[in-house]
């Protein structure tokens, strides 16, 4: 089973923007160390904890810093920008690291209307799906000449890369996954995203695969909320602002993961514990030992026909999240 990350950047509160970055960085080196396949930064804007805000930039940096994972945009929210302008940047990004540039593809816009708005003010006249810039990007991904006449007549620099860029199509409804077929794409899934989605749909999508030159046959990833500790006491511990953060989540709020001293004392009331509760039954959201989490995946794993499973891991100090993350690939060692 590969294993990637997808990190929505998310500070812890009372921490400084260098120190996430130190952490960022001692993270992305220890998987890519550890044998990762991927490692994903999620585009987001207005949001001061979220610090993904230019994932092209910190997959750039990561790409130099690192020698096997793959590293890239999870996703690069596209209504925001220009179809060339997105291939140009990949594509740059393909002549630094062949072989390891992923642009994951995402239609939401990560962040409010006015944020919308202030990073495109014309992004109301697109199309509410997306669906055409998406095989705009894709056409310059493979120097196709695009059919939209805006884009027919220019070309994305560089062409002819040796080894192209890995798109994959984004989704956290399934809405997405009948294009995600018909481009010959692989679909990644943020099950954390708290949208329940049934297997038939992902059925569909394996069905209906179009071989690209992007995927010669289906390939599903999801991504989950995970905390894995063997250790009770811990488990316990760090798992009450790793659920507060969920409940939070519900609520819009992204101001940060609360240090656990502050939480000794704090106590779910009943509509909060009915939100986890429904959190675990419906798998957005893992913790327990080992055993526990591998039992689950197992499941999944089956369940979806998964070939990747992602983490993100909002938990309190790296060395914890650290654990997880080596915890997560023991499961499959």
């Known amino acids: 089973m590969k294993l990637g990350v997808h990190d929505l950047m998310l500070k812890s ?3 400084t923007n260098q120190e996430f970055f130190d952490d960022t960085r001692k993270l992305v080196h220890t998987l890519d160390e550890m044998g990762y396949e991927r490692y994903w930064f999620a585009e987001h804007h207005g949001y001061e904890s979220l610090l993904a805000v230019a994932p092209e930039i910190l997959a750039s940096y990561f790409l130099a810093e690192t020698k096997n994972i793959h590293v890239g945009a ?3 929210m596209i209504m925001h920008y220009s179809p060339l302008k997105i291939a140009e940047v990949f594509k740059t ?3 630094l690291a062949p072989g390891r540039v992923d642009i994951g593809i995402g239609r939401a816009p990560g962040t409010g209307v006015s944020e919308s ?3 495109n003010h014309k992004f109301e006249d697109k199309s509410p799906e997306l669906f055409d810039e998406i095989e705009i990007i894709l056409d310059y991904l ?3 000449k695009p059919t939209d006449p805006i884009y027919r007549h220019v ?6 890369n040796e080894q192209k860029v890995n798109p994959t199509m984004l989704g956290s409804t399934g809405k997405a996954v009948e294009k995600a077929a018909e481009f010959g794409l692989p679909y990644s899934h943020a099950k954390f995203f708290l949208f329940e989605t049934p297997a038939e749909v992902f059925d569909t999508y394996r069905s209906n695969f179009k071989a690209s030159e992007f995927a010669d046959k289906p390939y599903t990833s999801m991504s989950y909320k995970m905390l894995i500790s ?3 006491d811990e488990l316990e511990y760090l798992g009450k602002s790793f659920e507060y953060f969920h409940i939070q989540q519900t609520k819009g709020d992204w101001s940060g993961i609360l240090d656990p001293e502050e939480l000794k004392d704090y106590r779910f009331s009943l509509n909060e514990q009915a939100v986890l509760k429904k959190a675990y039954e419906q798998r957005f959201l893992l913790k327990g030992s080992k055993q526990e989490i591998a039992d689950i995946l197992e499941d999944e794993i089956e369940t979806f026909y998964l070939d990747e499973i992602l983490c993100f891991a909002p938990i309190w100090g790296i060395d914890n999240r650290i654990a997880t993350y080596k915890a997560l690939k023991e499961i499959f060692e």
């Open 74 to 76: 999870g996703g690069c």
């Open 117 to 119: 708005r202030a990073l």
């Open 13 to 15: 509160r009372g921490m």
């Open 230 to 232: 063997d250790d009770q």
């Open 142 to 144: 493979v120097d196709k």
């Open 93 to 95: 990004m393909a002549e």
């Open 155 to 160: 070309k994305a620099i560089p062409n002819k």
